[in-house]
């Protein structure tokens, strides 16, 4: 089991980013509240991951602090519920956010999120309400862990904001249309990608 990683941010393209350790580059997908905490490309990273070995693939999915890792894994013991819709939810919101609509039986906000329909909705709030309590008491009074730093650079792969943003969105489920149209509806001049990505996902929820 791979539990953490530590090492230099290569590549950065929401979800997903390369860390190198030691020469060996790691392809990590995560959630953007953990993706929008990472250091800018050639900055020293440390992420906690969940390992998924698959018959056709083996995946590795990355989180800023224990407290998302930890809802990650609960919520893909869900009926119905795989890592990439999970990682879906917890793009959507923050564990904190998530926590709280469980806690209102918001099934409103979770029925926004793609792939997440109203027995999903309903299931999750039903087998999750037990769960987080527990993952709270846990987590109570930790810190999160910051990324750190060093004066390493690494090229930068030119890629549009909008193309960027366009490429998050469909990655997390939502359709060609719906993307497009979020990401121009939020579109500024000089909006760098990560805040484009944000702004979009927040006006569809």
């Known amino acids: 089991m791979i539990g953490r990683i530590r090492g230099l941010l290569v590549e950065k393209q929401a ?4 860390i190198d350790v030691s020469g060996v580059g790691y392809e990590i997908q995560m959630p953007l509240t953990s993706f929008y905490e990472l250091p800018e490309i ?7 991951t969940h390992f998924v070995v698959r018959e056709d693939a083996q995946l590795l999915y990355g989180f800023t602090s224990k407290q998302e890792r930890a809802l990650f894994r609960l919520l893909i013991k869900t009926n119905g519920v795989g890592p990439k819709l999970a990682l879906t939810i917890l793009s959507g919101m923050n564990a904190s956010e998530f926590v709280a609509c469980v806690e209102r039986d918001d ?25 987080l309590k527990s993952l709270m008491e846990t987590s ?13 650079t690494a090229p930068v792969i030119e890629n549009t904001a909008e193309e960027d943003a366009i490429s998050a969105l469909l990655s997390l489920g939502f359709k060609p249309a719906q993307a497009s149209k979020a ?23």
Not at 42 to 48: K, N, R, S
Not at 113 to 126: N, S
Request: net charge negative; aromatic share 6%.
């Open 15 to 18: 979800p997903e980013v390369l």
């Open 42 to 48: 050639g900055g020293e990273a440390v992420v906690f």
């Open 107 to 131: 099934i409103a906000t979770l029925v926004k999120l793609p792939g997440v329909g109203k027995k999903t909705a309903e299931r999750l709030l039903v087998e999750m309400r037990d769960k």
């Open 140 to 152: 109570a009074g930790s810190e999160r862990e910051f990324v750190l730093q060093s004066n390493y």
């Open 183 to 205: 990401v121009s509806a939020v579109y500024v001049d000089g909006i760098d990608s990560e805040s484009l990505i944000k702004s979009a996902l927040k006006s569809m929820l």
